[in-house]
């Protein structure tokens, strides 16, 4: 059997990390080795402490860069402050994973989100996936796409950020006698990229014909059974982090309708003084298991990770999203542009959220909308989709 590595790279949260052990997982009962380097290891312990797999410090740039746009256009200007301003600081972060792969001899690197990986596999000559949602798997053949299409950004600042990108890279292959890269896109792509998400939720728009979709890979995390407060409202499964300006005002305009909900807030399961006291509003204390809220929930609120939103649309459950970042904003986008839900991205926080909520709950449009999309991507679980995205694995193994 192979030596498969894992490594993640950029990107904050733990989906990454969950779905790289749904995969682990898959690798290990096929009876290959598997092994990970992760952005952070501190932070995941909790998932992955029961993986019986072998974990590193993925090499990072640790430094501030000073002088770049305050707002990301593309996945270029993403890149430049992560370690490919300049070549130098670039090779070293590479030959940390060259001294890596050299140490642990994998017969082939998965990257989530991990583009210097797949740089030093390429200079190697080790073959290579990229797994993940749409936002960090970019269309291959064109430049890297505008990620804020709704201000003016230049073409020339989008094509200078990518040249500076891709010279980097390419630097750095010569260096090793690698070939270059004929684009800034296949920095991020590998020799296959497989698309852990559904088109219904793509970034870039691309359409279900455009590409192969594995569908989104994901570690169900157990947790407490659902425990709705009493009473007759539709019941709102809320999962809300405090940063959020307007989570209090979400929550204040549910119980004001008169919604059950069960809210999951870290902060206040982290002993933080509730937002929102109200008999409707109950927070749990720990995660709740989600396929059993879902399934009882007529509403789902969150923050529009996919992991999230994948779960609720799949129960047939319509989202009002909140995002908090970019990627999030632009899965919220693609997501109310075919009905499954509401973006409240441009809403202020002291808005009229009790429209929006009873919106959300009146208009017949949203449920339907949510149980077609449900119906419609009912034929495989999650673990047939992670075994579906191995058995690509293994096929880049047989080159």
């Not at 809403?347 to 919106?359: E, Y």
């Amino acid at each position: 059997m192979a030596h498969i590595h894992l490594a993640w790279e950029l990107g904050g949260g733990l989906g990454h990390a969950g779905r790289l052990k749904m995969l682990a997982r898959v690798l290990l009962a096929r009876g290959h080795r598997v092994t990970m380097s992760l952005r952070d290891l501190g932070r995941t312990e909790r998932v992955l402490a029961d993986l019986p797999v072998p974990r590193f410090q993925a090499p990072l740039w640790l430094h501030r860069t000073e002088g770049l746009p305050p707002h990301q256009a593309s996945l270029a200007e993403v890149l430049l402050p992560a370690g490919y301003l300049e070549v130098p600081g670039l090779a070293g972060l590479v030959g940390g994973w060259r001294a890596l792969f050299g140490h642990i001899a994998p017969h082939l690197v998965v990257a989530d989100y991990a583009p210097t990986a797949l740089l030093a596999a390429r200079s190697l000559g080790i073959r290579s996936c990229a797994v993940g949602i749409g936002f960090t798997l970019p269309p291959p053949d064109r430049p890297l796409p505008c990620l804020r299409d709704w201000e003016t950004v230049t073409p020339q600042r989008l094509a200078s950020a990518e040249e500076q990108v891709l010279n980097a890279a390419n630097t750095v292959l010569e260096l090793h006698g690698a070939p270059p890269l004929p684009n800034a896109a296949r920095l991020l792509l590998g020799d296959a990229a497989l698309l852990s998400t559904w088109p219904e939720f793509d970034h870039y728009g691309r359409t279900a014909h455009a590409a192969t979709w594995y569908g989104p890979v994901y570690m169900a995390l157990g947790g407490a059974a659902p425990a709705w407060p009493a009473g007759q409202g539709p019941r709102v499964f809320a999962y809300l982090k405090h940063g959020h300006p307007a989570h209090a005002a979400v929550l204040r305009a549910l119980a004001d309708e008169g919604c059950r909900v069960l809210c999951y807030l870290p902060e206040v399961a982290g002993c933080r003084a509730v937002p929102v006291d109200s008999p409707l509003i109950r927070y749990a204390p720990q995660p709740v298991a989600l396929d059993a809220a879902l399934a009882a929930a007529d509403l789902c609120v969150s923050h529009a990770g996919e992991a999230m939103l994948a779960q609720a649309l799949e129960a047939g459950v319509p989202v009002l999203m909140l995002p908090m970042q970019l990627e999030q904003f632009l899965a919220a986008r693609r997501v109310e542009a075919w009905g499954g839900g509401v973006s409240a991205a441009r809403m202020q926080p002291d808005g009229d959220w009790r429209t929006v909520v009873r919106t959300l709950l009146d208009d017949g449009r949203y449920r339907a909308a949510a149980a077609a999309f449900a119906q419609q991507r009912a034929g495989q679980t999650v673990l047939q989709r992670a075994q579906a995205t191995v058995d690509a694995f293994e096929r880049q193994l047989a080159h």
